[in-house]
């Protein structure tokens, strides 16, 4: 397996790079502290394919592979990690489950707008008494006619108060625990789509996360994604690739906060010589280069063995584990070589403190991807 990168892929990472050193960074701060959301940057990101990376041409996307899309979820997330966290929730839980999942008539109607970022994608899955344990949801989506009646409450929906197309899980049977699991896709401004406030989040506070409430809402039975049924196999197979775009998150984060150490451990001085002439600052930055580097690489493994069609749930799940812990460290670690400064919101390493700690909790927690590794070599 070569995991240096193609020259295509080299040419996407400089355009990436370049939009988001002329777009985003400029204004990183500023959506942090007004928690807003970047309209303009989103729509310039549309036209450039970023919300259909790996949607078929056909339908308005990009046709890129997987590691096209982690290098551009890794790009965005380095300057600004709520950006970062849209682009990944909606490839890999919106687009990716319709594009696998849905009719012909289904794909027709909904994936070109959310491939150009005309609508946005939310993935609806947990509730007040159900997050690790999916099947736990008290959602339901009874069949009436024509229509479901769907009644649910998710919160900490990622994308929730822009977004337009929402896939909702919910019971379509009751009394058939897991299996009576399905997948309804909800359009905002249906009656009884209610738009929750917003969360006000410790990081990534850009992201216009809010919970999501349905209430006797008729949703047409077109609108169901696969079978009924089919709820737990769509969201497992949704959040294997959503894993890839989280891991090329934290990933972003930490090289972002690396890049901020180094450029002040040059300029810093402490005892009459740079900090970067430190020992232990160097051994610092040297755990933080090594262990940023690991993870991008596990990233791509992931990525790869995906594009080759070969079975990649237990790299994607190491690969998020292992991205997700050294943007905890990294981050942890830029903050001790700033110092006083580092724990200052004038500095950016701040931010990717507080970005990186929600990395290891949501689309699966640590905990969560250490029993999914494990299942999977001792039972394997």
């Known amino acids: 397996m070569n995991l240096s990168l193609e020259e295509k892929h080299r040419s996407i990472q400089r355009s990436v790079r370049a939009f988001c050193e002329r777009e985003i960074f400029p204004i990183a701060k500023e959506l942090d502290q007004e928690a807003s959301f970047p309209w303009e940057v989103v729509e310039k990101m549309g036209k450039l394919g970023y919300f259909g990376i790996q ?4 339908f308005s996307g990009a046709g890129l592979d997987t590691v096209s899309y982690s290098i551009i979820i890794e790009e965005v997330s380095r300057a600004c990690a709520s950006l970062g966290l849209c682009l990944s929730v909606h490839n890999s839980v919106a687009v990716f489950p319709i594009l696998a999942f849905a009719s012909d008539e289904q794909k027709q109607r909904w994936l070109p707008q959310l491939a150009r970022g005309e609508k946005i994608g939310a993935f609806c899955l947990t509730e007040p008494n159900a997050g690790s344990d999916a099947s736990a949801i008290e959602a339901t989506a009874i069949r009436d006619g024509d229509h479901y009646v769907v009644n649910a409450n998710k919160v900490f929906v990622t994308n929730g108060g822009v977004a337009d197309i929402c896939l909702i899980f919910a019971r379509t049977d009751p009394a058939a625990g897991r299996r009576g699991i399905s997948v309804i896709i909800a359009e905002r401004g249906t009656s009884g789509f209610i738009v929750g406030d917003l969360e006000d989040l410790c990081g990534v506070r850009a992201n216009p996360v809010c919970s999501i409430r349905l209430y006797d809402c008729r949703v047409p039975v077109e609108n ?6 089919m709820g737990l196999r769509i969201g497992l197979a949704a959040l294997d690739a959503g894993r890839i775009g989280i891991a090329a998150q ?3 984060i930490a090289q972002a906060a690396l890049d901020e150490s180094i450029q002040y451990a040059k300029q810093r001085h402490q005892f009459h010589v740079p900090l970067s002439k430190h020992q232990m600052i160097q051994s610092m930055v040297a755990d933080m280069v090594t262990q940023t580097d690991a993870a991008r690489l596990m990233v791509y493994r992931a990525a790869i063995l995906r594009d080759q069609g070969k079975p990649f749930s237990q790299q994607s799940a190491m690969a998020k584990l292992f991205a997700s812990e050294t943007a905890a460290t990294v981050t942890d670690m830029a903050v001790q ?8 919101k004038a500095y950016a390493v701040e931010r990717y403190f507080r970005d990186a700690r929600v990395t290891r909790i949501y689309e699966g927690t640590s905990e969560i991807h250490r029993m999914v590794i494990a299942r999977s070599v001792l039972e394997g």
């Open 337 to 344: 070589i700033h110092g006083g400064y580092g724990y200052s």
């Open 224 to 229: 169901l994604l696969g079978k009924e049924g």
């Open 55 to 58: 949607a078929p041409r056909d």
């Open 250 to 252: 934290s990933v972003g």
